[in-house]
């Protein structure tokens, strides 16, 4: 009896790594193919509510991740994110969406979710003041990858016209390279592995990687 549910646990969680790798759209396998729900650049699976901390223990942010096709509670976020200090200050609150592309992997072909973000969001320094303020544009962009001819990717990128941006003390700056790669930076969630990237809207159409 516990060898017949050790095969049924195995065949179980093989299907489920099957069901993610077969687009017949391309007639290839794509490692992680469909493992979120993501219509029209929508994310429409389930999600959980969770806290992290800090390793103080004091809280590092508040909102939902994703779950994925095989019940898997994954990293990346989801909707309405509030996200602090060790000192407890608020550090950054908007909304999550989650955004997808092909990379070529070891094993061929695999596909990469990312976090972006939209709508309004605030950053704030450690002593409480607020650091930036406004709202992202969301467009749809050619990037290169480890793939020849590269794919689309859903993105968000800052106007200048639409941000506001302040120094510790309260008064007007202008966004400089650190602010912008800090209000541009998206976070992918691969197989076994996170990153953040920035893509450069200012000079070229590629991704910069800052490994975790």
Avoid: P
Avoid at 73 to 83: A, C, D, F, R, Y
Wanted: negative net charge.
């Amino acid at each position: 009896m516990k060898q017949i549910i050790i095969l049924i646990l195995i065949i179980g969680l093989s299907a489920c790594k099957i069901l993610h790798k077969k687009n017949t759209n391309y007639n290839i396998y794509i490692e992680n193919d469909f493992l979120y729900s993501i219509i029209n650049n929508r994310y429409v699976g389930s999600d959980t509510l969770i806290t992290d901390y800090h390793e103080s223990g004091e809280i590092k942010g508040f909102g939902r991740y994703a779950i994925d096709n095989c019940d898997q509670v994954s990293n990346l976020k989801i909707g309405e994110w509030t996200e602090y200090y060790e000192n407890s200050q608020i550090k950054s609150k908007g909304e999550y969406c989650i955004s997808t592309y092909i990379q070529c992997c070891f094993g061929g072909y695999c596909r990469q979710y990312i976090n972006y973000k939209k709508g309004n969001w605030k950053y704030y320094y450690s002593n409480g003041e607020l650091k930036a303020t406004g709202n992202y544009d969301n467009n749809t962009k050619h990037i290169n990858t480890s793939c020849e001819g590269g794919d689309t990717l859903q993105f968000h990128e800052i106007s200048e016209d639409k941000w506001k941006c302040f120094d510790e003390s309260g008064s007007n700056i202008a966004i400089d390279n650190s602010i912008r790669f800090e209000l541009e930076k998206i976070i992918t969630v691969g197989e076994n592995i996170t990153e953040t990237i920035w893509l450069d809207s200012i000079s070229r159409n590629e991704l910069m990687w800052d490994w975790n």
